[in-house]
């Protein structure tokens, strides 16, 4: 990323971050696909896991 770019970026985030009457978020929240993805390959990985130590 170009330095100019990456310092523009970053002090946009620090005046959102610093501003105590802007309730704005920084970066959009996961969306619930990646979070259910998430928690099933964690359980599936548990279960793969629990399966080969016994």
């Given at each position: ?27 959009p ?26």
């Amino acid at each position: 990323m170009p330095t100019d770019a990456f310092d523009t970026e970053l002090e946009r985030r620090l005046k959102l971050l610093e501003s105590p009457e802007d309730n704005g978020m920084i970066l959009p929240d996961l969306p619930l696909r990646d979070i259910v993805l998430c928690a099933v390959g964690l359980a599936a990985g548990t279960l793969l896991l629990l399966w080969w130590c016994l």
